[in-house]
Each structure stands twice: as C-alpha cells, then as structure tokens.
C-alpha cells in the first residue's frame, strides 16, 4: 500500500507542478487559434494535437487542471468550514438550535442543485470575466455542498457532548469557546479533514458535469469539465487516444485524492 | 437455348426491381414526442414530420423543383389577385379509415383553419387582411375559397393545409396521405402503416406508397442516433451535424451534402431603446457603422470551415442563396477586412489605444454575446468571433445560457447586448418573414414591437414587406423584397454569418430517394421510397 500512496503523492505533486507552471510548459497559451490546423494530430509542436478550433490541447490540459484543481480544493475548504459551524454549532447547543440547524441541512439537501446552478448562471451579470465566472461557479458549489457534511459533524460533535471526557471538562468549569477549540475541534479533526478530501473530486465532478452541458467554464477559459465535452460523441470518436487525456487526469488525480484519503481515514 | 438462358436472369433482375418497391419499414427518428397530431396546430418539427407523412394536401410543392403539383386537387385557378382559389378535387378518393372525400371536408378544414379561436399558425399565414375567409362548394368536386385580402403565394401555402375529415369518427386521425398513425408508445415511437385507400398510382399502375410502415423512434440525442445508423437500426437521419457528417462519410456510409440549407446563423446587438444597457453602448449597437464594422471584423470563410468542416458558406443576408426564387443575386457575402473595420469604426470615433478599441467618450469597447447552452456550432462561433474582434481591439465574453434563460432576455426582459442564433425558413416565401420584418412584428428581435419604426430604413422596410404582401404581381414582389435584402445589407441589424448545407445521411438500402435541401430533405417523396430486400 505504500507505493500506492508514494504514487498518488507523485501524481499530486506532478499536478501541483503543471498547474503552476503552465505558462512555461504551454507556451502557445490557451486560446491561440491556429486555425489553418484544427483537429491536428500530436505532433512535436502540439503535444495532444489541437481541437476544434485549432487550440493546442496540451495548452488546455494545462491551464484546465490549474483551475479545477486550484478552485476545487478552495471550494471544499469553504464547505468544510460551512459544515464545520453549522453542524458543531448544532451539536454543541442542542436543543432548539439543533433542531433549526437540522432543518436548515434538510432544506439544502434538498435543494436540486443542478438548477439551482444554472439559474445562478443565468443570473450573472453577463460582462464578467471567464475567471469570475468559474469562481463564482464553484463559490456556488461549495455554497450548496456542505449539508451532508454538516449532519456527519453535527452527529459526531453531539456524541463528544455526551463524552465522559467533555462531562469533565465542563465539571472542571470549561465552556463555550474553550471547550471547543480544546475539546470539541480536537476530536472532530478527523472527519472534517475526511469531508475537505471527499469534497474535492466532488466538486471537480460537478463542475466536469457543469461543463458538459454547457454550463461550466466560459470561453476561452478551459477547465477539466469543458475538455471532457469534446468526449460526448465518444461513440463516435476516430482512434485518437490523445483526447482521452483530461478525463485520464480527471481519474488519475481523483484516485491519488481517494488514496490519500484513505490514509487520512486511517489515522483518523 | 440462350434464350432459356437469360430467362432466369432476367426472372432475377425483375424480382430484385420487384422486392426493392414493395412493402417493408422504413426506419428513422423524432427528436422530441410530436406536440398534437392536429395538422392545424402543428408548430414543432416532430409534428410536422407526422403531417407530412400522413396528410393530404390540395398541392404539394415539389422539393427539387419547388413547383407546385397536385395532389387531392387536380387543377387549381387563382383570381382577384389573390384574393381567390377555386380547386377541382378529384374524385371517388377515401380517407384512411374509408369515410369519403368531399368538398364538404375542404370547406369544413378551412373553416376550422381560419377559426381566430383555434390560433393555427399554420392559418396565420392565410391571414391577408381584415375579414372572414369563405368558402363556396360550386359543384360536388369544385370548391372555391375566398380571402378578404390577397394572399401571396397562395398556391404554395396550401402545402402544409391536411385536410381534415368533417365526418370521420377517427377524426383527424383518418388521414388521406400515404400514410396514418397506427401505434403509438408515449416517449419511445410511432408506427405509421400504409393508407390502404391512398389514392395515388405510379407509372406501372401500382399503388403507393411503396412501403407496408414507417417507424418513427424518438430520440433526442443526435449521437445516439447515428451510431444507430451506423449499425443499420435506422434508414435516415434528416439533418446530420458536420461532425457526425464527417465521421460518417470516413466509413463510406452514404452521407451526402445536398448543398446550403435556407437556414441561417446569425448575430445581432440589442438596439431596444428602454434596454437595461448602458446608454454609450446603445448608441454603439445602433450605429450602422459600428455594426458594419463588427461584420468586416468576423471570417466567415472560416466559420465555414472550420466550426462546419467546410460544409456551409459565407452568408449574403436574409436569403440564401440556395432560395433561387427570391435570393437578390446582386449582393456578395461581406468581406472580412478589419483594415476596413477599423476606418468604420474611425468615422464614428472609435480609436486604438494600445490593444484596446475605445469610443469617443474613452469607454472600453466591450460586450458580451449571448447564446444557447450545449449548441457545440454557435459556442464555437462565438468563441472564433471572440478572437476575430480581439484583432480590432474589442473584448467579447461568450455567455452560455440555457434556452429558457436565453427567450427570457432577448423577448422579456431586453437585458443582452449582443446575441448568436440561428433561424430554419421553412417557408421560402417573403410572407414567411413579415412577422421578423414589421418594425411593429414580435420576432423583430434587434428592437421588436416598435409602435412607430425607430429608423428611416426600418420604415422602408415596413413599406415594402407591406407592399409585396399586398401584390399580387410576382416580379414586384420580388422586387420590393430584393430592395428588403439590399437594405438589410447596408444596415446588418443581423449580421448573417454563414448559411449551413443540407447534410442528410440516407442507408444504401433505401430507393428512389432525392434529398433536397428543403424540409424533409430525405423523405419529402416518401411515397415512393423503397426498401432494396436481400431476400
């Protein structure tokens, strides 16, 4: 199992690497039209060849995985933090905070959140840059992505209350602030961490299924999900293996996330 | 001994000619569930594919020549200037259930028709003026209608009136065209069976239809659908993307282009004076200028080529040039110049600072274009036109919005500033346009409604549409529109981009076909198409 994690440390840290330095290894830039070769093979000055509109795929793959992959994990940070509040809050206090947090979580597990998106999208100002557009996007995701978390914290933070340890603390005159941030937030470390690790390729999915309806990314600004709607017409896809790329990166560094987590898990 | 010889050949050949005109299922798919099988209010594409399978028409307009030819009538007369049409129907002719035709069933068609209540688009086309429509059974197979008003191009119209039974019990399921509705499972396909009554014979004296059925499979996904193609589950794709055209055409499948569709994509900027847009940037979208130069600055050549794979041209303007009738062949595409561009754009007091275009006042030229979410061609237009104005200086952000969201703001609530979509003309006639073309019409979509023209030029425009409706002398008419055509040139309240080809995929196994570029392309001779039979 070590090599495994050694692996997925690897894969993470190539991405890190990739996506930081994505101007010097793509220097054709991302939505340069070489229009007289669209649809190019691989080749030496393409690496992954070009797509539709004669845009260098490797360039895309790139800049893509920089903003999945930066804005994912800064989406599961927010949510994890939203579920952190909501659900301590309402295991801390009980009673009728409980059941008012209990019903807010109802509420947005409820909401559907694939129309909540695209009417968020429709309502965007229409002149905002690519790169508010997707920040926005994934603001939203990790806006309506803490719920289920929240109900795991909440239930884990409501058995730390009835911990003998807790009942200790309080008898020895600790309470509010001090007993969560020594007591409470201590013990809750675990699955907050596992709910941030899980969160990331949520959201890197959600934004791929966004993109694949249109409704990701604005152009030219790529992502992992607008690269992986070139692959709708799989089914009709010519041997071209090189396009099959960003959806091998998409797992690859999902798994790598999954496998860290799983460490994480353990030492929870 | 050699005669006995070729017997059997010849026995072979004359069976293989038999088995490949009788009987079998044609196969293809609907993209969507029809909305009614009404042929009076039939407005989606679905519906209109099981009217014109299983309707009978007076006339029918012949797709590769688009002459008129009859149908149930035999002989037709116009007089009053269009104003009046006296049919001769034939005779002895039956519905699909047996119940008789009559003239009795044209007037109650009409009547239904012309009904304000209905609401048929399909009768709004025969709305000419003030009044009612009559209709006047003169003996029992001569039947006149009268319209308040001349009604141009009035013979063609009647291609998409069905007539409608007055008695039969099935109502407008009883059908006189080739074929009617058998079977049908809500969400998955229609079976239409051969009318056994349908009145028409070919040159042998054989009756048609050809074929026993017509399975018509609803589905929405275009890829689905050509893999099913592929593997020979459907005989026909009626309008197959340049993409899948092109992967089709690389496995020798019988693909063919038939040439530019009337259809039309283009783009225009919102010029509705009480829009939520700041006021510098109204006054950019109305001038003729700025619009001229946005339609230099954009290559259209390569919009053709590369978002259609060189299936589609350069557009001229409101027709296309495949509409031979009515295309005003004095016009050329526009030419892509940002040199040009940019002297327009000059006059008006743009300039260049660095790589940024300002106005007068020194406000960034900026705007967005807004278009259908999950339309692979417009969002890549959008993209490419993007880059083209990015040479001029000018930024563009490409907005994707989902349809609903899209209809909301170009006819609600006018908060877009510049908008990319397409337009399928089904109707080739001038008439077809008015409700786009009236400064006053809904669809006038750059600025609709209007209770006066805003400009001089929309004013002329209201003249001459109003004109030519009224007319019933066919060379002015296609003069005033070719004055229209000229106009929208000069002005590009749209700016045509590129007029898309008729890509139609058709199974080597199917006969008798000739795709058109007008809808149906594939099947609009359907009652001789035939299924070739390997055994």
């Keep these: 199992m070590k090599i495994v994690r050694s692996t997925a440390i690897v894969v993470l840290v190539l991405a890190a690497f990739a996506i930081l ?13 070489f229009r007289e070769i669209p649809q190019a093979a691989a080749s030496a000055h393409h690496l992954l060849g070009t797509d539709d509109l004669g845009r260098d795929r490797w360039a895309r793959l790139l800049f893509g995985m920089r903003v999945s992959l930066t804005l994912a994990p800064l989406a599961a940070f927010f949510t994890t933090v939203l579920a952190g509040l909501v659900g301590g809050i309402a295991g801390y206090c009980g009673g009728w905070v409980e059941r008012f947090c209990k019903l807010l979580i109802d509420f947005f597990l409820s909401v559907p959140w694939l129309f909540l998106l695209i009417t968020v999208r429709a309502v965007l100002p229409l002149n905002i840059s690519p790169q508010a557009s ?24 409501k058995e730390l209350m009835k911990s003998e340890f807790v009942w200790m603390a309080r008898a020895a005159g600790f309470s509010g602030f001090k007993l969560i941030r020594l007591h409470l937030l201590p013990n809750l470390r675990g699955a907050l961490f596992a709910q941030f690790w899980i969160s990331i390729p949520v959201f890197i999915i959600a934004e791929a299924n966004l993109g694949a309806l249109g409704l990701g990314v604005s152009e030219p600004l790529p992502s992992l999900g607008s690269l992986l709607r070139e692959l709708q017409d799989a089914v009709m896809l010519r041997p071209e293996p090189w396009r099959l790329l960003p959806l091998a990166v998409l797992i690859v560094v999902i798994s790598s996330f999954q496998v860290l987590l799983n460490k994480q898990e353990v030492r929870a | 001994m050699k005669r006995l010889q070729v017997l059997p050949v010849m026995l072979l050949l004359g069976c293989t000619t038999l088995l490949a005109q009788s009987g079998g299922e044609l196969r293809f798919c609907l993209r969507s569930e029809p909305k009614t099988f009404n042929p009076l209010l039939v407005e989606d594409d679905a519906s209109e594919t099981v009217r014109y399978l299983t309707g009978g028409v007076l006339v029918r307009v012949n797709r590769v020549t688009l002459k ?85 191009n009035l013979v063609d119209l009647f291609d998409t009136v069905a007539i409608m039974s007055a ?27 051969r009318n056994p009554y349908y009145w028409k014979k070919d040159s042998a004296g054989r009756q048609l ?77 109305s001038s003729t200028n700025f619009r001229r130069a946005i339609s230099e600055a954009i290559n259209r050549a390569d919009l053709a080529r590369i978002v259609f794979h060189g299936h589609a041209i350069p557009s001229v303007g409101i027709v296309s040039p495949s509409n031979t009738a009515w295309f005003n062949s004095n016009l050329k595409p526009h030419p892509y110049d940002t040199a040009s561009a940019l ?97 006053s019409a809904d669809n006038h ?67 008798n076909t000739e795709p058109s570029v007008f809808s149906p392309q594939t099947f609009w001779n359907v009652e001789t198409l035939a299924l070739a039979q390997s055994h």
């Design chain 1, 21 to 33: 330095f994505a101007n010097h290894l793509a220097p054709a830039g991302y939505e340069k039209q």
């Design chain 1, 134 to 157: 997707v920040a926005v996007t994934f603001t939203s995701l990790g806006l309506l992505g803490w719920a289920a978390s929240a109900r795991i914290i909440c239930s884990g933070a």
């Design chain 2, 68 to 152: 008129p030819q009859p149908q149930l009538a035999s002989e037709w007369k116009v007089s009053d200037g269009g104003k009046r049409i006296r049919f001769k129907l034939r005779e002895g002719l039956k519905y699909s259930d047996g119940t008789p035709f009559s003239t009795a069933d044209v007037a109650y068609t009409i009547a239904q028709l012309m009904d304000p209540a209905l609401h048929s688009s399909t009768g709004d086309a025969f709305r000419s003026g003030e009044g009612k429509a009559e209709t006047r059974i003169v003996s029992a197979n001569v039947v006149e209608i009268s319209f308040p008003a001349p009604v141009a």
């Design chain 2, 167 to 193: 008695k039969s019990p099935q109502k407008e399921m009883a059908t006189l065209g080739p074929f009617y509705v058998a079977e049908r499972k809500a969400g998955s396909y229609l079976l239409l069976k």
């Design chain 2, 209 to 285: 239809p050809y074929l026993d059925s017509i399975r018509l499979d609803i589905e929405q996904n275009p890829e689905i659908e050509a893999m099913r193609y592929k593997r020979g589950e459907v005989h026909l794709i009626n309008t197959v993307s340049p993409a899948i055209f092109e992967k089709l055409s690389g496995d020798s499948a019988s693909v063919r282009d038939a040439g530019a569709s009337t259809d039309t994509e283009q783009l225009w900027f919102n010029q509705v004076p009480n829009a939520p847009i700041p006021a510098y940037k109204r006054e950019w979208f």
């Design chain 2, 343 to 439: 002297r327009r754009l000059q006059q008006d007091g743009f300039h260049l600072q660095g790589d940024t275009l300002r106005d007068r006042a020194g406000n960034a030229v900026e705007f967005s274009i807004v278009t259908n979410a999950g339309n692979r061609a417009r969002e890549s237009m959008a993209t490419m036109i993007q880059q083209d104005l990015k040479k001029i200086g000018i930024k563009v952000n490409v907005v994707t919005l989902d349809f609903n969201s899209l209809l909301e703001r170009m006819t609600q609530t006018f908060n877009y500033e510049a908008c990319l979509l397409g337009f399928q003309k089904v109707d080739l006639d001038p008439n077809g346009q008015m409700a786009v073309w009236l400064s």
């Design chain 2, 445 to 511: 979509q750059w600025n609709p409604s209007q209770k006066t023209p805003a400009t001089p030029w929309e004013a002329e425009i209201d003249k001459l549409m109003k004109a030519q409706a009224a007319s019933g002398d066919q060379h002015k008419r296609k003069q005033y529109w070719d004055r229209v055509q000229q106009i929208e040139w000069e002005q590009e309240p749209f700016i045509y981009l590129v007029n898309k080809d008729a890509l139609v995929a058709i199974a080597p196994t199917v006969k």
